[in-house]
């Protein structure tokens, strides 16, 4: 080995060992706890078998709930992805200084956490300082009624998390669509709708996926508005695995990760299967 | 809280940087967001440098594995790098947090690093290369001024998700750190007080700033990818 090659074989060790401590390390951990059982006065493992998993699946409960996240999840991707592809049509044909100005908001409220963009809403919500305090005090409405913790404001939320995200990752490729492809269409005498609905949108279909793949990601994860602005009974999965870890429950709670993993692997490859592929070319 | 407000006054922000449970929780944001995205920019250019220089397979590997954080579910994240924490003896641990946060960034910078590293003509390195520069000095001489704006803004990014996080920082803390969005939540569950409201103010202006920074230098539309 040569003197220049040798910082590159170093690069190379520490880059493969840390990959192994981060990337392989945390999956290994937590396929390896999953199938552990310890000893709830020592915490030491005594024995490694499959019971967290019979636990897991001792009755339909934790799999109605990774079924309803899944599904809760989806309605808000596909929500987030019909607001944002207008939305950002909207900003992407704005001028450089309002565009810019757009784009800065969209990424200050993307980089917030859900601990504050949670605890933002709550207060936006909230009767004594919120929308109902100024409907009820301007006489729209009566009452005195928080509009949380509900299955509507968990998901308004929820959507307002995404939409950000959702819009940054869509604006690249909609600024690249080719304008004369809708020049075209409107001079062939096709309406705004019709544009948007077959030249727009099959053009988008690509980033379009991307955009629903990554923000189904994004929020199977969290837990913390589902918690602070949905009832228990709306509470997303991750909500169950966070309490288990609360309670140091952690080989049964990382027993719920890897079922929650493998089940979005799962949705990930059927939606590839679905609408992952490529439209046949007219020939 | 009364609707509409009653005498307005700057006593909450007082408290804020009165407070030391508030700016002992602000310190440790900054000190775990600044170490994670000098770690995570250091590792995502040397990930990326690799993967520029030769477009091998195990190069490929390399960019997916540092990435994979990234792509997990938080909550899955979370759990599996709390595990390892724990194995090495990190739980509970600044350190720790660090780890997590690195781990979970790198794929940000690195996404930026490529972008900047798509803008050095391979036909400057080449004119670089004929006048006898050493691969060093192409490195140091005219790769990396094209790629610093890129670096620094992904750096940037890398601090203000870092400083926002909540999720990793949660499970590897151990009950014995906080972070300001751990403060600003067990606040929440356990008592509301409007001093939350200058945590979350104190963070929206942080962003703002260092986006606009970002957007003021030029290269935001490069950064997503766009070519004005």
Known sequence: MNKQQQPIAATYLLLVLYCVIVSLGPLLFLFTTAVSTADPLTGEVIRYDLSNF???????????????????????????????????????????????????????????????????????????????????????????????????????????????????????????????????????????????????????????????????????????????????????????????????????AVALSFCLLIAVLLCLAVAQLIFGRKPIEAS | MAFPPQDPSINWYVNFFADPSWTSSLFNSVLIAVVSSVFATAIALATALLMWRRQSKLNQSLVGAVSLPFLLPGIVFAVSISLVTAFLGLLGSLAGIILGHTALLVAIPLVTARLGLGQVEQIHVEAAKLMGYSERQILTKLVIPIIRP???????????????????????????????????????????EPTLSVGTMVYMLFSLIVLSYIAATGKLWSLLGIKE
Do not use: C
């Open chain 1, 54 to 252: 019979e636990e897991v699946f001792y009755d339909s409960y934790y799999a109605v709930q990774i079924g309803y996240t899944l599904g809760l999840v989806a309605g808000i991707t596909v929500v987030t992805l019909g607001l944002a592809v207008p939305l950002t049509l909207t900003i992407a044909r704005l001028k450089n200084r309002a565009r810019s100005a757009w784009v800065v908001m969209l990424l200050a409220s993307l980089a917030l956490s859900e601990v504050l963009t949670a605890f933002a809403w709550q207060l936006l919500l909230s009767q004594s300082s919120g929308i109902p305090g100024w409907l009820s005090y301007s006489g729209i409405i009566s009452g005195d009624k928080a509009w949380w913790p509900s299955f509507p404001a968990m998901f308004v939320v929820l959507v307002y998390f995404s939409l950000p995200i959702a819009m940054i990752l869509l604006l690249p490729a909609i600024r690249r669509l080719d304008p004369s492809l809708n020049e075209s269409a409107y001079t062939m005498g096709f309406s705004k709708t019709s544009v948007f609905f077959l030249v727009v949108l099959p053009s988008l279909r690509g980033p379009i996926f991307q955009t629903g793949i990554l923000t189904f990601l994004l929020n199977i994860g969290g837990f913390v508005i589902s918690q602070q602005l949905g009832k228990p009974s709306d509470w997303m999965f991750a909500v169950f695995i966070a309490d288990f870890m609360r309670t140091f429950n952690v080989p049964f």
């Open chain 2, 150 to 192: 890129y670096l620094v803004a992904g750096a940037l990014f890398a601090l203000i998700i870092s400083m926002n996080e909540y999720i990793i920082a949660f499970m590897v803390s151990g009950f014995s750190i906080e972070t300001l969005p751990i403060k600003i939540y067990n606040s929440q569950r356990y008592g509301f």
